[in-house]
């Protein structure tokens, strides 16, 4: 008898523990690392947010069960939703989860039924299939090409598939190619959702990290996208709040109840001083915001224009904190360049194919240096001989 059940065997190491494991093992034998694999910001929350969960961790009473999201903290995603994208949220349209992986990774258990199809990105974030497999989800990619500004093409998936679909997952400002959707993309997703039956869940996670002149947004503006979708909004990235665990899961409030009732027989509520947290970001001023987004797009320029400096012609990224970059042709496998560029200069990047079969030839890298070690970086890279 063997202990693993056999729905695990879906799964691989994953890709960010093997690279670490090789990244150890060069640290510990002397060599500089340049870690833009992971993309964990490394900028540092700001003061008050930080102040307001340490004086919440400070009172007893905080250790308790968390049993409920706290009134305030609705009323602050409410609030800040209104005021950033103009969309109106009543508290039953909201709820806290423990990040949008974890949330991400519930839902299918809370959504799917035999033989329910999920619509998935490829190239995507892995967890979207974790979640979609354990809920027993029949998955099926919709593939995001460089020659369709990494859109998907929807008229492209046949009626027969969309007639069996119960959610197709999207996500713009998107991880990994780094590319924006226009309104109208989400519009014409819409249509086919109300056309079709199927609800539209968006992974909304960078709508301030966009260096494009149109500002982010959120789906939910769009007319009836409440009718048929509901949006993860993670305040990792804009907040910084990454190690805290807090994201909230919004829109149509059938969705809403479904995952909050799978997740009452999982686990109980965010942790109280992290709630607290929540609040102060929400709630306090966002001028650090534009001041973030312009260090990211520096960064940005930095490395994608270094890289074209050397000859590895990589086009800017239009959002998110992360570059895709098209390997050169000499190679074939992510991979094995992506272990090249590791040996020969310790730059830590992700293989595309850890993202699907589409991500496959190119690299991802994330602008978690700042400009001037980017700068760097493509300087070592140019000497490597590797381009």
Known sequence: MTAKAKRLDFFEEGIFIKINKKVVEMVAAGRK????SVGTPDFPPQEHVMAALAQSALKPASYKYALRD??????????????????TLNHAEIMAVHGTQEGMGHLGMALCNPGDVVLLPDPGYPVFEAGAHLGGGEIVHYP???ENGFLPVLADIPPAVYERTKYIVVSYPTNPTGAVAPKSFYEELIEYAKKYDFYIINDNAYPDIIFTEDPGYSFLSLPDAKEVGAEFFSLSKTFDLCGARISFFIGNRELVE???LLRSQLDFGVFYPVQRAAVAALSGPL???????MAYKKRRDALCGGLCQIG????????????FAKIPPQYDSSEVFAGLLLEKTGVVCTPGIAFGPCGEGYVRFALTQPAEILEEVTVLIGDSGLI
């Open 33 to 36: 690392i340049y870690n833009l």
């Open 287 to 293: 001028d650090f915001v534009e001041t973030q987004r």
């Open 312 to 323: 590895w012609p990589v086009e800017n990224s239009m959002g998110t904190m992360f570059v």
């Open 258 to 260: 479904a995952l909050s």
């Open 70 to 87: 706290f009134p305030d903290v609705l009323e602050a995603v409410a609030n800040y939703y209104k005021k950033r994208f103009g969309v």
């Open 144 to 146: 995001l090409l460089r």
